[in-house]
């Protein structure tokens, strides 16, 4: 069968990219295949992950456009060119519009670091989930793989994992326990089952 073509979407650091990339070289995914890595700033260093495994780059600076409309035209012309069947946000800090998400309905993945419906939507973000997190008290937070509609981090949940919250724990020490024990995971696992419905249903 072939595999279902996917562009991922970054901004930062790229560690859930790694996990992806690896997962690619494991067979963890096997029915999918990144073609390109697109970020909205240049100096995201996913970028760089992604050049060392010989994945083609595109960068949309968001800064440099003229809104929102322009913006997402912009990286529609780079997911057309790589001819992408799939998108997984893997620290894209970008909201996409209705009208974007609606053309990619059940097509956009993303990986948010808490127990969705917990600490997620407009602001919840990075290291403002963990600090939300700890700031409430929760002893359990963890990551969540969904589909991507128009609500911040409100489409069909795929997969979740929990996460212990430790005595003394700071927003950077949680996060980086949620990223290797729950977001590193899932996300690989939830782009594989994706990945392979969407080669199964291919016309
Ligand atoms: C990850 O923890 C990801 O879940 C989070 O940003 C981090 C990106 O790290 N995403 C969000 O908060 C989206 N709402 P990475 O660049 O190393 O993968």
Redesign the pocket.
């Known amino acids: 069968m072939l595999k279902t073509k996917i562009a991922v979407l970054?901004s930062?650091?790229?560690?859930?990219?790694q996990a992806l990339i690896d997962a690619q070289k494991s067979a963890i995914i096997k029915s999918g295949e990144i073609v390109t890595v697109i970020a909205d700033k240049p100096t995201a260093y996913?970028l760089t992950r992604a050049a060392n495994a010989n994945i083609p780059t595109a960068v949309v600076c968001k800064k440099e456009c003229a809104g929102q409309a322009d913006f997402e035209e912009k990286l529609l012309a780079e997911l057309k060119k790589a001819e992408v069947e799939m998108i997984i946000l893997?620290?894209f800090?970008c909201i996409l519009s209705a009208d974007f998400t609606k053309r990619w309905e059940n097509r956009i993945i993303?990986?948010?670091?808490s127990l969705i419906p917990s600490f997620c939507g407009e602001g919840?973000?990075?290291l403002h989930?963990h600090e939300a997190a700890l700031g409430y008290g929760v002893k359990v937070t963890g990551?969540t793989v969904h589909f991507v509609n128009e609500i911040p981090?409100g489409g069909k949940i795929i997969l979740q994992k929990a996460v212990t919250i430790q005595d003394g724990d700071t927003p950077e020490v949680l996060?980086k326990r949620v990223?290797e024990e729950a977001?590193w995971k899932i996300l690989p696992q939830a782009a594989e089952i994706v990945a392979a419905d969407i080669a199964a249903n291919r016309k």
């Open positions: 970054v930062g650091g790229g560690t859930n990219l996913a893997a620290g800090m993303n990986v948010h670091p919840f973000y990075g989930v990551a981090d996060q990223m977001e």
